[in-house]
């Protein structure tokens, strides 16, 4: 089913994420509880495989920029330090790092999803173990909180207009 499709990726893609996929789930299935509760899995799927993607993938630009042979050297100084200063700034602050992570990840804001979180684990050397585990976690938290949202600005709409 092509919705179904067009909702897993909305939950994958960064920026909408479980933002974006829980509307859409409901503007496709809403008049069908069976497959509205398919589509909400469906977006959930899509987001809570970004951790294990995006940290996959960071580690492989890693790679490329320190073990290059010169091409981009002025990339891997810059590269260097903006880890370094991150890394710097965090110290300290690690047994935080994980509710952080996973807090930041839950509140359903512009620029603070799955991939951001990724992006912020890598940064600041956490294990890609208690990453995933965060991020996902804090995925479910987005998940609940848009999920209310979305279903009491429905309700609120339905009253106010009789739709």
């Known amino acids: 089913m092509l919705e179904l499709l067009l909702v897993l990726l909305t939950g994958f893609l960064p920026v909408a994420e479980i933002r974006g996929a829980i509307p859409l789930a409901y503007y496709f299935f809403r008049a069908n509880p069976f497959l509205y509760v398919a589509g909400l899995a469906t977006g959930l799927a899509g987001n809570l495989v ?15 920029i ?11 100084k810059i590269y260097v330090k903006i880890v370094d200063y991150a890394r710097r700034k965090a110290a300290g602050h690690e047994k935080m790092e994980f509710a952080g992570l996973l807090v930041f990840v839950a509140i359903p ?26 991020i996902n976690l804090g995925v479910l938290g987005a998940f609940i909180i848009v999920l209310l949202v979305v279903e009491a600005g429905a309700t609120v709409l339905k009253m106010i207009f009789g739709v």
Not at 50 to 63: H, K, S
Not at 66 to 76: V, Y
Not at 118 to 134: E, N, Q, W
């Open 50 to 64: 970004v951790a294990p993607v995006a940290l996959y993938l960071l580690r492989f630009i890693e790679r490329v």
């Open 66 to 76: 320190l073990d290059d042979n010169g091409r981009l050297s002025s990339l891997r």
């Open 109 to 134: 804001l512009p620029g603070t999803g799955a991939w951001t979180g990724a992006l912020v684990a890598h940064v600041l050397g956490m294990r890609p173990k208690d990453s995933i585990l965060s």
